[in-house]
């Protein structure tokens, strides 16, 4: 499951919580 913590930037989320914020992060952004 860890293996589909892909953010954004094409990165491995090393916590879930590291993963969920950049999305947040990358939802905010106009």
Same mark, same amino acid.
């Given at each position: #499951? #860890?293996? #589909?913590?892909?953010?954004? @930037?094409? #990165?491995?989320?090393?916590?879930? @919580?590291?993963?969920?914020? @950049?999305? !947040?992060? !990358?939802?905010?952004?106009?």
């Amino acid at each position: #499951e #860890e293996d #589909e913590l892909m953010m954004p @930037s094409d #990165e491995l989320a090393q916590s879930d @919580s590291e993963f969920v914020n @950049s999305w !947040k992060d !990358k939802d905010i952004d106009p």
